[in-house]
């Protein structure tokens, strides 16, 4: 009798020690209008371990969780998930055992199907630390519905959603500074043109002649490049302010701003190329240099607004281009930015040269070159509109501008270029060109090679140097290389139901719900893939890391791709439109569901962004954006794989 109350006096005195070692706390989150999880936390004493649910025959007890659905108010779906915790070896077992030190955390979906407050469940765990191991033990746990807080409160989504914000913000800086330096070097070309460059020594001059000391010449100078930095980002901030940041950003993938935007970059280059000159009217210059003969600094600031009105036929169309591109790029500071760096790289020369005026003499004079400068310049205008068209055709998938026409109107373009350049071909406002100059030729050399490099494409060739300015492999005439009629892969593919074939031949799904059914069925992870037709970065990562065999196999066998357009302009069903929770705004084509469906679950709205989740939708890992870096991309890859298996 004395030897049966000891032994219970030890199990008793042991069970209370291992509710001492874990403290148990329980919420409850609400998923939608029918779906809650039920989140249980255990906090773990220092110097000890709770093993994990999934330990192997012959080990500890496991972490083992049992729902009381009885009832049938509700039903279990799938099963309970927990953090990845850390493997040791443990000592008692000699094994290596998964488990978690410090904290805990596990979580159930359920799906309830009538009115319940409260949900009763059962636990059973063992703790161990170093030296011994304490029988498993047992605790009842409550779930109160009542008390439910929706997803978006707790602190493990806000969290989550600072990490994508500061993620997808570092992105937005990386786009700023790339719209900055294209604009800079887009002001250095406008700099170059008939219209801009024979003011430098005209301007600094007046400048140098009519202030009395070189420090006046200087200040002077300084405050006439200043105007003109002000007048462009004033410009900036006009577009930004009229059209707003969700107008900016819509650009890129509305259709019939693509179409207007083909037309003006058409006759911009006509213009370049000597057809006609784009000027503002003449009344404009003239009320302007009237202020101009004021002196002072109000006189300074309005001989720069004369500069840009003058040089109008020259720069307003690189501005347009620009601001546009900064526009749809770079939310409400990218046009802003954009105009900080055109006007910074046309400001420096007037205050440089002010500064030291002997520089003036090494300038070279103004001539014939100037203008093959401008004309370069058309040639170029010319095939950026063709890819405004190619947005345009993507969007709607008309299919009337395939790979093959998008790269032979471009080798016939950067042709006619060499032949310009080459000397055989002229054009109306040309200097007569006895010999060619040795960086007219090099320019020329350059140009030709370009065109030999695109021609293989026509015949399939991936062409990654230009990724994402022509359609993709697969929307043109021949999507495996002419004569091709099998996929990358070299085998036929067996598609699954409502799946198709994406770039390399990936099998993708392009809804949600169909991508996540087969993921359960064939039991892998889900890559999201928010992408665009129209979308560059989609295509560079698509052509330039996805065909990188370690990540195409990833991506082929490891893992299933549901690749969502937030451009595609297909209508919904009158019946699935709806008014956003989000936004506010009426969701009613397929491309606003999931721009909408983006915004709402990882707010982030910009393309590529990829995610990947596991069979119940939650996240494996933090998201990603554009990453042209492979190692980087095929880590976040395999970092989530393996949280999946874990």
Not at 152 to 168: C, G, H, I, P
Not at 463 to 480: A, H, K, R, V
Not at 628 to 637: C, E, F, R, V
Request: net charge negative; with cysteine.
């Amino acid at each position: 009798m004395f030897l049966v109350l000891a032994v219970l006096a030890a199990t008793i005195s042991a069970q209370a020690q291992v509710v001492n070692h874990v403290k148990w706390e329980t919420s409850v989150e609400k998923i939608s209008e029918t779906d809650y999880e039920l989140i249980t936390k255990a906090t773990i004493d220092e110097g000890w371990y709770l093993y994990a649910q999934n330990v192997l025959e012959g080990g500890p007890t496991p972490t083992t969780f049992i729902y009381d659905d009885s009832n049938g108010k509700f039903v279990i779906v799938g099963n309970t998930i927990e953090e990845k915790g850390r493997v040791v070896n443990d000592p008692v077992f000699d094994m290596d055992i998964p488990v978690f030190k410090g904290q805990a955390e596990f979580r159930q979906t359920i799906t309830i199907k009538e009115s319940i407050d409260r949900i009763d469940a059962f636990l059973e765990f063992a703790v161990s630390d170093t030296d011994q191991y304490l029988p498993p033990t047992e605790v009842n746990l409550t779930f109160e519905i009542a008390d439910t807080v929706t997803k978006s409160d707790t602190s493990s989504q806000v969290l989550a959603t600072e990490s994508s914000a500061n993620k997808a913000d570092n992105d937005s800086k990386l786009g700023l500074w790339s719209i900055f330096i294209i604009a800079f070097f887009s002001g250095f070309a406008a700099l170059l043109t008939p219209c801009v460059f024979p003011m430098i020594p005209m301007t600094v001059s007046f400048f140098t002649k009519q202030s009395k000391t070189r420090i006046a010449g200087i200040k002077n100078a300084i405050i006439y490049g200043t105007s003109i930095i002000v007048i462009y980002v004033l410009l900036g901030v006009l577009v930004s302010v009229v059209f707003g940041a969700d107008a900016l950003n819509a650009l890129s993938t509305n259709v019939w701003f693509n179409v207007v935007f083909f037309i003006l970059l058409i006759v911009f280059a006509a213009s370049f190329m000597g057809a006609f000159e784009i000027m503002l009217p003449n009344k404009w210059a003239n009320k302007v240099d009237s202020q101009a003969d004021k002196g002072g600094f109000i006189g300074i600031f309005f001989m720069a607004l004369a500069l840009a009105i003058v040089s109008f036929s020259c720069t307003g169309p690189i501005v347009g281009t620009l601001l546009v591109q900064a526009a749809s790029g770079g939310g409400h500071i990218g046009p802003i930015m954009g105009m900080l760096g055109f006007s910074l790289a046309i400001a420096l020369p007037f205050a440089l040269f002010a500064a030291f005026p002997g520089w003036l003499n090494s300038l070279p004079k103004s001539g014939g070159w100037l203008n093959t400068v401008k004309v370069v310049l058309g040639f170029l205008e010319l095939a950026f509109a063709f890819k405004f068209l190619s947005n345009a055709d993507l969007v709607l998938q008309l299919h009337l501008l395939e790979r093959e026409t998008f790269l032979a109107i471009w080798i016939a373009i950067f042709g006619g270029l060499v032949l310009y350049l080459f000397g055989k071909i002229t054009l109306p406002h040309d200097s007569p060109l006895p010999h060619i100059s040795v960086g007219r030729l090099g320019l020329g050399l350059f140009v030709l090679a370009f065109v030999v490099y695109m021609i293989p494409g026509l015949w399939g060739a991936p062409l990654q140097w230009i990724s994402g300015f022509p359609p993709p492999s697969q929307y043109s005439e021949s999507p495996y290389g002419v004569g091709n009629t099998k996929g990358v892969s070299g085998t036929s593919i067996e598609l699954p139901t409502d799946a198709e074939l994406g770039p390399l031949d990936l099998i993708t799904f392009k809804e949600y719900e169909a991508g996540m059914a087969h993921a359960k069925k064939v039991n892998k992870p889900v890559m999201l893939d928010f992408t665009g037709y129209a979308c560059v970065n989609c295509r560079k990562m698509e052509e330039r890391v996805w065909p990188e065999p370690q990540v195409q196999q990833v991506l082929r066998d490891e893992l299933v791709l549901i690749s969502l357009y937030v451009d595609d302009k297909k209508d919904l069903p009158k019946s699935e439109q709806y008014i956003s929770e989000t936004t506010g705004k009426k969701i009613k084509t397929i491309g606003n569901k999931w721009s909408d469906f983006q915004i709402k679950h990882y707010k982030a709205n910009a393309q590529p962004y990829y995610v990947l989740i596991d069979n119940n939708g939650e996240n494996l890992n933090e998201p990603t954006a554009y990453d042209p870096d492979i190692d980087s991309y095929l880590n976040w890859l395999k970092e989530g794989i393996e949280n999946y298996r874990n």
